[in-house]
């Protein structure tokens, strides 16, 4: 396998999401530095996960540090998507500050609805201006329709994530491996690029791709396609 350079990982969680981590963002920007990233972005979960950061945790990120380290840093969250219509567990207001999201299924936040019905809820909840993630796309637990969802997502710009933590041995997601396939092989299909994440939950895992890598490689993935590997793929998720 040949060794690219990654430049960013931007699925990653604090202290604040719970979990039993205890890293903070210095811990993880330190972890970035180490694994020689360029870009971080923090992604703790919205209020409605069990345990997990407050409404005024993400209205203080505002002011946080944008560089520590040597690694710029950007703040975001990984939103919950709460039903059908598409409905997520921060206000705008809140939204507005921070730099990007992800859009996400978990339980206890939302009941499978069949694919018809999980497609709708993400292709809606895309519609807010700062979602700019399809976070981790590949649980079986909630069927999607591949071809709607991501000719949707193109549509929007809007990008999936190949979410290194599902494809883990010990991963609680179903089925991750395979359904990633099918959505590689529509992305190459639609020219949509992909965003790889660690989803590390505290600094172990910061920039560990190494369950997605080798099967970009066996899918004959197009690195064009992989927006980590270029240096401005950044700006095409998060421009200024």
């Keep these: 396998m040949k060794n690219k350079k990654i430049y960013f ?26 694994n020689g990233l360029s ?31 040597g690694v710029r840093l950007f703040y975001g969250v990984e939103l919950n998507i709460g ?17 990007y999201s992800l859009i996400s299924f978990h339980l206890p936040t939302f009941d499978n ?5 999980n497609t709708n809820a993400m292709i809606r909840a895309m519609d807010h201006p700062k979602v700019r993630l399809l976070g981790h796309p590949d649980d079986s637990r909630f069927p999607l329709d591949y071809e709607r ?9 809007v990008f999936p994530e190949l979410n290194n933590a599902s494809l883990m041995p010990d991963a ?12 590689l092989m529509l992305c190459e299909r639609l020219s949509l690029p992909v965003v790889l994440s660690s989803d590390s939950h505290g600094r172990k895992h910061v920039g560990d791709f190494s369950f997605v890598l080798p099967l970009l490689e066996e899918t004959g ?17 998060l421009p200024a």
Excluded at 45 to 62: D, I, K, M, N, Q
Excluded at 113 to 117: K, W
């Design 9 to 34: 990982d931007l699925h990653t969680h604090t202290v604040a999401s719970g979990h039993g981590s205890t890293d903070t963002i210095s811990d993880l920007a330190k972890a970035a530095f180490e």
């Design 39 to 69: 870009f971080l972005g923090i992604s703790d979960h919205a209020p409605a996960t069990p345990g997990s950061a407050t409404e005024s945790y993400f209205r203080g990120l505002s002011g946080s540090p944008r560089e520590r380290n």
């Design 83 to 99: 039903d059908e219509n598409g409905a997520v567990d921060l206000s705008d207001e809140i939204l507005e500050a921070l730099d």
């Design 113 to 117: 609805a069949g694919p018809e019905g």
């Design 149 to 157: 969802l991501l000719s949707a997502a193109k549509e929007k710009n």
């Design 172 to 183: 609680y997601r179903i089925g991750a491996y395979e359904n990633y396939k099918q959505l």
């Design 221 to 237: 993935f197009p690195d064009p396609l992989v927006l980590n590997y270029d240096p401005n793929g950044i700006q095409r998720i």
